[in-house]
């Protein structure tokens, strides 16, 4: 009889549990022998997954930010939000001071470029990451207080793995990653879609993937650079 008594007053410990297993494959992905688009394949499988076993054990797609209902809401939240980024990113290379500051020639000058724009970025991140996140473990920690704080830690503590294998600093990076998980949860919760927050992590991420090629280029290249193959 004390198991249901202990179960109720730890009504965290599930998706505590979740969460923590989702930072550890998040740890786990980049070791994999598989290459970037095996790797991205089974991150967008692991995300549908995810969302499969939620959906198994009972909560509904409206919970999981998933009902069709709210498709026109989640693209008109998500087209608005996206306009920011995309916005800054065009000021950037227009403004002669800042667009050296987007030149990465390691990054513009990548072969797989099209493939990671297409393929890497909008299924082996965005969608993974969003129907792990924004979706079944925005699902499972409510709305709010320690629910959000969670959330916003895991999907920071989930970009500490690619933060070090690129370089980057790796405080700063879970810092920024795990307030842009408030952004991305608000706007999932406002718009009761997750496709509200794909959009604008879809336009930081290949956006920004976009503004770095055009960045290398000389000015008057940048019309022609994304037909070039």
């Known amino acids: 009889m004390s198991r249901p008594g202990r179960a109720r007053r730890r009504p965290w410990l599930g998706p505590v549990v979740v969460a923590a297993a989702v930072v550890g494959w998040g740890a786990v992905l980049p070791a994999t022998r598989l290459g970037p688009r095996g790797r991205a394949v089974l991150s967008a499988a692991v995300g549908a997954a995810a969302v499969g076993a939620a959906r198994a054990s009972g909560l509904e797609r409206a919970t999981l930010g998933l009902d069709p209902v709210h498709l026109v809401s989640g693209a008109r939240w998500g087209a608005a939000a996206a306009t920011v980024p995309l916005a800054a990113y065009g000021v950037m290379l227009a403004v002669p001071s800042l667009r050296a500051r987007l030149v990465d020639e390691a ?42 704080g969670l959330h916003a830690a895991a999907f920071g503590l989930w970009h500490v793995r690619p933060a070090r294998d690129a370089g980057h600093h790796v405080l700063g990076t879970v810092l920024v990653t795990g307030l842009s998980a408030v952004v991305f949860d608000g706007l999932r919760r406002r718009s009761g879609s997750v496709l509200a927050p794909a959009l604008l992590h879809l336009a930081l991420n290949a956006g920004g993937a976009v503004a770095v090629r055009l960045a290398g280029l000389p000015p008057e290249e940048d019309a022609a650079a994304p037909r070039r193959r």
């Open 107 to 148: 990054r513009a000058e990548r072969e797989d470029f099209y493939e990671w724009v297409g393929l890497h970025i909008p299924f082996g991140t965005v969608a993974a990451e969003e129907l792990l996140f924004r979706s079944v473990l925005a699902a499972l920690l409510g709305p709010g207080g320690a629910g959000s």
